[in-house]
T-cell receptor, first 112, second 113 residues
Framework: QQQVKQSPQSLIVQKGGISIINCAYENTAFDYFPWYQQFPGKGPALLIAIRPDVSEKKEGRFTISFNKSAKQFSLHIMDSQPGDSATYFCAASVGGTYKYIFGTGTRLKVLA | EAQVTQNPRYLITVTGKKLTVTCSQNMNHEYMSWYRQDPGLGLRQIYYSMNVEVTDKGDVPEGYKVSRKEKRNFPLILESPSPNQTSLYFC????????????FGEGSWLTVV
């Protein structure tokens, strides 16, 4: 019940295309859902995050869609660029616990 | 510049030889944590600390120790490393337990032979 299942494991997208990464969870106590972006040789960095009281959050080309009833959330990268090539992790946490559960990661490659 | 600094970045060691990976943050964050990253398993939390002298186990604490004697430092100790501890390790800090940005260090590649 503490897992966050992430798919796909890897993704190849043409430049200008839409990249979509999905995550699913079981624990309904999760109340914060961030996405982290990791470039090779670097630590993960926060990209965008959402709380379950909203269904969508957009920041530039990056959008999180959240479906509370289905217990799923996804990251959409519009107009994908080669510079977006990285590993993306979804995560979930329960407020006040300092327990973050990360997905297994998606390696995105955007072809020029 | 906000930073989480960990050392060493790369280390090859032998089974059983005690080692310490240091971590320091300059953001006056109360919360610090250690993760390991393994292919296909994502990031898994090893230990975390809510403040000085306050630590707790994460999901994979076996074989590791931590200490938090100062707010800025949170070293990870492998008393007797084994090959299954070969991994990429990240130190992280945050100003709140959850719901806030986690700042990660750049990682420490550890190989135990």
């Amino acid at each position: 019940q503490q897992q966050v299942k992430q798919s796909p494991q890897s993704l190849i997208v043409q430049k200008g295309g839409i990249s979509i990464i999905n995550c699913a969870y079981e624990n309904t106590a999760f109340d914060y859902f961030p996405w982290y972006q990791q470039f090779p040789g670097k630590g993960p960095a926060l990209l965008i995050a959402i709380r379950p009281d909203v269904s969508e959050k957009k920041e530039g080309r990056f959008t999180i869609s959240f479906n509370k009833s289905a217990k799923q959330f996804s990251l959409h990268i519009m107009d994908s660029q080669p510079g977006d090539s990285a590993t993306y992790f979804c995560a979930a946490s329960v407020g006040g616990t300092y327990k973050y559960i990360f997905g297994t990661g998606t390696r995105l490659k955007v072809l020029a | 510049e906000a930073q989480v600094t960990q050392n060493p970045r790369y280390l090859i060691t032998v089974t059983g030889k005690k080692l310490t990976v240091t971590c320091s943050q300059n953001m006056n964050h109360e919360y610090m944590s250690w993760y390991r990253q393994d292919p296909g398993l994502g990031l898994r939390q090893i230990y975390y600390s809510m403040n000085v002298e306050v630590t707790d186990k994460g999901d994979v604490p076996e074989g590791y120790k931590v200490s938090r004697k100062e707010k800025r430092n949170f070293p990870l100790i492998l008393e007797s490393p084994s090959p299954n501890q070969t991994s990429l390790y990240f130190c992280a800090s945050s100003s709140r337990p959850t719901g806030n940005t986690i700042y990660f260090g750049e990682g420490s590649w550890l190989t135990v032979v």
